[in-house]
């Protein structure tokens, strides 16, 4: 398994942008899907987007679509989420999450390791 650690959260004013990174210690990084999720108080922790082991296939939530971006660097062992025209919707604690995949594809649960996760806030 890998081990996670993102950053990058903070507070912004509705309409700003952030850049979240995810860093992953272990081997073989380029052998795991990656996924971003996010939990809003109250509520539980959902799919944002994520990516597929090479980086050619991402998916999104229909709600981020358009305005996230998921991205990687194998090289770095570092999967990014370029947030862009932020909503007060999108506050929450934004985690980061691998699985180890025989394809390249982008799973969206049976995500095997976590972070602990960084704090988004988005001012209205």
């Known amino acids: 398994q890998v081990q996670l650690v993102e950053s990058g959260g903070g507070l912004v004013q509705s309409g700003g942008s952030l850049r979240l990174s995810c860093a992953a210690s272990?081997?073989?990084?380029?052998?795991?899907?990656m996924g971003w999720f996010r939990q809003a108080p109250g509520k539980e922790r959902e799919f944002v987007a994520g990516?597929?082991?090479?980086?050619?296939?991402?998916h999104y939530s229909d709600s981020v679509k358009g305005r996230l971006t998921v991205s990687r660097d194998n090289a770095k062992n570092t999967v990014y989420l370029q947030m862009n025209s932020l909503k007060s919707e999108d506050t929450g604690v934004y985690f980061c999450?691998?699985?180890?995949?025989?394809?390249?594809?982008?799973?969206?649960?049976?995500?095997?390791?976590w972070g602990q996760g960084t704090q988004v806030t988005v001012s209205s």
């Open positions: 999450a691998a699985v180890r995949t025989s394809w390249d594809v982008v799973p969206i649960r049976g995500f095997e390791s």
């Open positions: 272990g081997r073989a990084f380029n052998t795991y899907a």
């Open positions: 990516i597929s082991w090479s980086g050619t296939k991402t």
